[in-house]
């Protein structure tokens, strides 16, 4: 079955650095659009980054330019949110999400928390 699984997050210090892991099974990744979204209390669910299914194109959230950095492994079918410079702001359960089309599977999520 589709799974994704996210992994990486946890506590840590405003300015620190986390490397989230989202490891996908039962569909071809290589084919998916790759995304992370987060979740704060309270809020909605606002996309983070995003990339293409060869890794050659990335956006990202405004609040995050210059952060955070999505990358991919199709070899290992993977992908990555390197998160530099947190901030409390940042605070969320991230997760990801593989699209194609209007098919798309989500992870369960990782919490996030950046505090002092």
């Known amino acids: 079955q589709v799974q994704l699984v996210e992994s990486g997050g946890g506590l840590v210090q405003p300015g620190g650095s986390l490397r989230l892991s989202c490891a996908a099974s039962?569909?071809?990744?290589?084919?998916?659009?790759m995304n992370w979204y987060r979740q704060a209390p309270g809020k909605e669910r606002d996309l983070v980054a995003a990339?293409?299914?060869?890794?050659?194109?990335?956006n990202y959230a405004d609040s995050v330019k210059g952060r955070f950095t999505i990358s991919r492994d199709n070899a290992k079918n993977t992908v990555y949110l390197q998160m530099n410079s947190l901030k409390p702001e940042d605070t969320a359960v991230y997760y990801c999400?593989?699209?194609?089309?209007?098919?798309?599977?989500w992870g369960q999520g990782t919490q996030v928390t950046v505090s002092s």
């Open positions: 999400k593989g699209q194609l089309g209007l098919r798309a599977y």
């Open positions: 039962g569909f071809t990744f290589s084919n998916y659009v």
């Open positions: 990339i293409t299914r060869d890794g050659g194109i990335t």
